[in-house]
């Protein structure tokens, strides 16, 4: 039964990396309907890291709609008439976001090591941080989100294998191939979205 949840985890996982590919705002909704599978999966896993990014991912699907759709940001400001376009992350940004990494590592580590019985504590607390991070980066369109998803997304691959898990191992490993495409991709649609 395990294993045809995580199937069905790959196949909406594919949905959610081709709405993600084309800029799809729908990619929100698949974002609730993916870490609901995966929550199942990430627990019985004892990957319990993956599992809370998962309630994680719920709500930033959320903020990303609004994002997307709106152009909401966290201060909850709305750009009247401004559309949120693919765009480079702020300098501002980029040392906020890399001060946030290592703390959220450790945390997350930290927490693993003490309040479960995770064998994978370091490598599950790394792929978390860095999963928020470009979660967040996804919400406001940054088009540097898929250079963080190809690492996570390799990390990703070997700790799936590593815990047997490998149709997800399977997905993350086409992940980080289209990750590089993705950037590409979006990189195109940034060049059209700016004339």
Do not use: C
Not at 69 to 91: A, C, D, M, P, Q
Not at 146 to 151: D, E, T
């Amino acid at each position: 039964m395990e294993q045809y949840i995580e199937i069905l985890g790959t196949i909406v996982g594919l949905i959610y990396l081709w709405q993600e590919y084309h800029a799809s705002i729908h990619l929100w909704i698949t974002s609730i309907i993916m870490p609901a599978i995966y929550l199942y999966i990430y627990y019985n896993a004892g990957l319990y890291a993956d599992f809370g990014i998962n309630i994680y991912y719920l709500a930033i699907a959320v903020y990303g709609w609004m994002a997307w759709r709106y152009s909401f940001t966290f201060t909850g400001n709305k750009e009247e008439g401004r559309k949120l376009t693919i765009s480079h992350i702020k300098k501002r940004n980029i040392l906020n976001l890399v001060v946030l990494f290592p703390i959220l590592w450790i945390a997350i580590a930290l927490l693993l090591i003490n309040l479960t019985d995770s064998t994978v504590p370091y490598t599950d607390a790394f792929t978390t941080a860095l999963s928020i991070i470009g979660m967040y980066m996804l919400a406001r369109k940054y088009i540097e989100q898929w250079w963080v998803w190809f690492f996570v997304d390799i990390v990703s691959s070997a700790l799936y294998i590593y815990k047997e898990l490998y149709f997800t191992a399977a997905l993350y490993s086409l992940y980080a191939i289209i990750a590089i495409f993705g950037y590409r991709k979006w990189k195109q649609i940034m060049r059209y979205e700016n004339i």
